[in-house]
């Protein structure tokens, strides 16, 4: 599942035999990627909408497992724009029920937070530090070192640990505060992760949630947001899937 266009056609370019299958108005991207035999489908922005994608993916085309790549704001410390952030845990950070149940707890399930298998993580983030690191990227990917280098980023640093989703796009300094003060340990925020990973744990599938940093989440001046995705978000996709995929 990929959480913006531009990683959905560059992750298209690198299948050779796409066919187009429409369900529930989302395009679904049946074929082959490094071998592997895959749906390659937009997420659609916001929890809800990606629940459902990640159902249909489930239920009507019986995948074994889930790979999201998408962007996210960078909220801990020392997670820069460019860097990528592996979901070694995945919360709601909009989900309220209190006083019947605690803050941020899936009600009904005594459980807050939502872990991927501990060997798949440490699979992916081994596996993504090799595809990022300095020397593969000078080797495999020159172009993309050079827009690195234009954006004014340096090496990309793969992070593991806490995503928090909501249905807010985070773009205030305050707002960051608040979430920071209730989940210190949260590395990154975006819209989608902890949906799907909800979804992957009633079916009894593993997830892996891959964001690559776009921007810190407060009012900080964005960097150019298209050509970031154009130029680093939807390489690193490719590249990350290409590394992961004969692994997992
Ligand atoms: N995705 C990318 N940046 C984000 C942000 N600041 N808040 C929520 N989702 C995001």
């Known amino acids: 599942m990929a959480a913006m266009p531009a990683e959905l056609f560059a992750v298209l370019a690198a ?28 997420s659609r922005i916001g929890k809800v909408a990606a629940a459902t994608t990640a159902t249909l993916l489930l239920a009507e085309f019986g995948v074994t497992q889930i790979v999201f790549t998408g962007v996210a704001g960078g909220l801990g410390e020392g997670v820069k724009v460019g860097d990528v952030v592996v979901a070694d845990a995945l919360l709601q950070h909009d989900m309220d029920a209190s006083p019947l149940f605690p803050r941020f707890e899936l009600p009904g399930t005594d459980i807050s937070r939502l872990h991927p298998p501990r060997a798949l993580v440490d699979t992916v983030c081994r596996s993504l530090r090799e595809a990022l690191a300095p020397e593969t990227l000078a080797a495999r990917q020159p172009a993309l070192m050079e827009q690195l280098a234009s954006l004014g980023l340096g090496q990309p640093v793969v992070h593991r640990g806490l995503v928090i989703s909501g249905d807010q796009f985070l773009s205030s300094a305050r707002a960051c505060a608040a979430l920071r003060g209730a989940l210190p340990d949260a590395l990154a925020v975006e819209m989608e992760g902890a949906a799907v990973a909800q979804v992957c744990h009633d079916f009894g599938v593993p997830v892996t949630v891959l964001r690559t940093i776009s921007d810190r989440a407060d009012d900080t001046a964005h960097l150019d947001f298209p050509r970031f995705l154009e130029a680093v978000a939807s390489p690193y996709a490719v590249a990350m899937l290409g590394a992961l995929l004969p692994l997992i």
């Open 15 to 42: 299948m050779p035999d796409e066919a187009r299958v429409t369900r529930a108005g989302r395009d679904f991207w049946v074929g082959h990627l490094h071998g592997r035999e895959v749906v390659a489908v937009l």
